[in-house]
């Protein structure tokens, strides 16, 4: 049967297979903004094109943008758009955060821009974009768009344009409903249109991919290191017990040791918060001898080891069980021994048929190194893809350049992080192998739409038996059962009650707002679906709980606020009505120089340690009324907390009065009050100091002990 082509007057003549599905979206996202479900491989960038020409046909004066997660996805839809469109390719862009100011501002002049969502975020922020010039808005990789992810504030700010026509593209949604409405939420989007493999339509272009499970067994050395892991893990649980903080586990969960950190029970307890650094330390380690490699496990000990301070890091590095598994696994590279899945990785590859490209996903960069170098030993042809920052990391146009050199056939095997994992579209890539496990049913399905693209694909999957590599595989299964439950209930015909049943009108959380707060920020509130209350608060700027206050203070009021001495009292009342205060300081910290950028550190660090309030920064009200609004929306739905204004303020305690007093002097926060009081005793002590007296005491020189000095004596005279 002869190929059809999609004809469209500014599509390049018989470039775009007519596949009736790929239309049958297109027609329905040109009626309403959707969410589109698309199994991998199966052209969601067809549907995008598509629907960019006909935007561009409809509206000629207008432009449309395509954001995509990472660079490499930018440049590879940039090239993909400049062979399908029918239009100059001087007229298509790419927008990323490497690029310079000037050259930003030409890029975004075109007609078709394809950028990341950071860097949109930034330029529309700083003026350099209009929303109203855009007639169209794709959102690649959609499932991304949950919390402050960037992509919910370049929606916000394109709230601005009621005409842009936004469409969300993933191959894989979250297993849990509210993930799911909080996408079209952020978004925008009417509604999800899934579509299955197994579907009538789609069936007859799905290519079979077989997957693999090769069970690899850890040898007497490395269950030797494990074992001693185990144990100091074990002395570092049995610990934090001892000290009434509740079981964590024989084995704790990395997410959970996190999740720990911020509870004030942890970080206001020295003794717990060391622990849990530890803790944190010991499991990351076990996740390296246990799925990754023996080497990556040594170098992780030696970048601690040559760091030497850290929180509880000097009593951990002296801890037996780590440093007996620490020479063990030094003389086990002596020897020669690696991970036994490097073996099986090697046993794996040379099945593969001359000229045919395999993709092996790792989730730690040294772990890449370490297998690349495997490879190069064995004279294997292998590249690396890793991410930009840090170390050995790889720059936009590097990155490029060695996924063309894959498709030129100069190597056949590309070795990545997370970073390859989303949207390469490599052809010949007929082998895909999961060197470690990951626990996302969205990664995993990602990761093996890397092959079966366009012909038969195979997946192998390591699994090292009785390790998190084991619970990993289990934990995907099940979520990506959950999953394909959800794309169920999401196939969503034309009769609307079917998505009612599904997707309820949810309603936003309960937001108490002091009158004297910026407006925008109201506004921004209120577009993502909350309840403001507007009210004459007594304590902070916003309720968002019983148990939560935020004090917000941009950073030129935050200043003004140490000079008149306003902060401190600000946040003991906090503390005391509220269990969780929060402080958020918005702007650009570098304004914070005009007292001095270590007097501006030193208060963050009295509030932190001082007050234990934790303090989150933000570039703008955006940024702040998202983070506030997950705050409210996390703890009175998922907490199932009221909203409690309490009024009045607590009566402070004499020793708090005391400190107040002493940092009402110019140039004293309150850590050199707190000095000051231990010192001379009473307030009386240190009114009463002489100048050497008071330059005794460390942070204390001539020109506070002056001021202090000053203070003391002053004949007061009234206004």
């Known amino acids: 049967m002869p190929m059809e082509w999609v004809s469209h007057p500014l599509l390049k003549s018989q470039t775009l297979e007519k596949r009736d599905y790929q239309l049958d979206l297109f027609r329905l996202c040109l009626e309403e ?107 690649d990789e959609a499932h991304r768009s949950v919390g402050a992810y960037a992509y919910t504030l370049v929606s916000m700010k394109m709230g601005e344009n009621p005409n842009v026509k936004r469409l969300g593209m993933t191959a894989s949604l979250p297993a849990e409903k509210e993930k799911v409405e909080e996408i079209l939420r952020n978004l925008k989007l009417n509604r999800v249109e899934a579509k299955r493999e197994d579907s009538e339509q789609i069936a007859r272009y799905v290519q079979k991919t077989s997957i693999e499970w090769i069970e690899v067994q850890l040898n007497p050395l490395l269950n030797r290191i494990r074992s001693e892991l185990l144990e100091a893990i074990k002395d570092y649980v049995s610990r934090l017990a001892a000290l009434g903080l509740g079981e964590i586990g024989v084995q704790p969960k990395m997410k959970h040791l996190i999740e720990l950190r911020a509870k004030p029970e942890y970080s206001a307890n020295p003794a717990a918060r060391s622990a849990l650094f530890s803790l944190i330390r010991l499991t990351m380690m076990l996740g390296l001898i246990e799925t990754q490699t023996v080497a990556s496990f040594t170098q992780f000990m030696e970048r601690l080891l040559s760091r030497g301070k850290g929180i509880g890091l000097k009593e951990l590095l002296q801890n037996e069980h780590l440093r007996t598994a620490y020479e063990i696994a030094k003389g086990t590279l002596e020897l020669g021994v690696e991970h036994p899945k490097l073996e099986e990785l090697i046993k794996v590859l040379k099945t593969l048929p001359p000229g045919e490209k395999a993709i092996v996903f790792t989730s730690y960069r040294a772990s890449v190194q370490e297998i690349y170098k495997k490879l190069a030993s064995e004279r294997l042809r292998a590249r690396i893809l890793v991410g930009k920052r840090g170390s050995g990391g790889l720059t936009q146009k590097e990155q490029v350049a060695v996924l063309e050199e894959m498709r030129r056939g100069e190597f056949d095997i590309l070795i990545s992080t997370q970073v390859g994992e989303e949207g390469l579209d490599i052809a010949e890539c007929r082998l895909v192998v999961f060197y470690d496990n990951v626990p996302s049913a969205i990664r995993f399905v990602q990761r093996r739409g890397r092959t079966g693209r366009r012909a038969p694909g195979r997946v192998v999957a390591f699994l090292v038996k009785g390790t998190r590599d084991e619970a990993y595989y289990w934990l995907a299964k099940k979520r990506l059962r959950e999953a394909k439950q959800v794309i169920e209930e999401l196939k969503v015909k034309k009769e609307a009650q079917i998505l009612d049943t599904y997707l309820k009108p949810t309603k936003g959380p309960i937001i108490y707002v002091d009158t004297r707060e ?20 007594d304590i902070g700027d916003f309720v968002l709980s019983e148990d939560i206050v935020v004090e917000r203070k941009t950073v030129e009021d935050y200043i003004k606020s140490l000079m008149d001495n306003r902060l401190f009292s600000q946040l003991v009342a906090m503390k005391n009505k509220y269990p969780k205060p929060l402080l958020i300081v918005q702007g650009s910290r570098k304004k914070g120089a005009s007292i001095g950028l270590p007097a501006f550190y030193s208060s963050l660090a009295s509030a932190l340690t001082d007050f234990y309030i934790p303090i989150y920064t933000s570039e703008d009200d955006e940024e702040t009324a998202v983070i506030i609004y997950y705050i409210a929306k996390r703890e009175q739905e998922e907490g199932r907390k009221a909203v409690r204004v309490r009024e009045g303020r607590k009566p402070l305690t004499t020793p708090e009065i005391q400190k107040y007093v002493v940092a009402g002097v110019p140039g004293i926060d309150a850590i050199l009050a707190d000095r000051l009081l231990k010192h001379f005793k009473n307030v009386k002590g240190v009114f009463s100091a002489s100048l050497d007296e008071l330059k005794t005491v460390e942070g204390i020189g001539d020109k506070t002990a002056s001021k202090i000095r000053e203070v003391a004596e002053f004949n007061y005279c009234g206004d």
């Open 33 to 139: 903004d959707l969410l589109i479900v698309l199994p991998t491989g199966l052209g969601k960038t067809a549907v995008a094109l598509l629907l960019i020409a006909e935007m561009l046909y409809r509206y000629p004066d207008k432009k449309c943008v395509l954001l995509t997660p990472t660079r490499v996805l930018a440049s590879q839809h940039e090239a993909f758009l400049s062979r399908m469109l029918d239009i100059s390719s001087e007229d298509i862009s790419v927008v990323t955060g490497e690029m310079k100011l000037n050259d930003r501002v030409l890029a975004w002049s075109k007609r078709v821009v394809c950028a990341t969502p950071q860097i949109m975020a930034a330029d529309l922020e700083r003026g350099l974009i209009d929303p109203k010039q855009f007639s169209l808005i794709i959102f």
């Open 518 to 537: 910026s407006r925008s920020l109201v506004d921004c509130l209120e577009r993502m679906g909350a309840e403001v209350h507007i009210e004459q608060l």
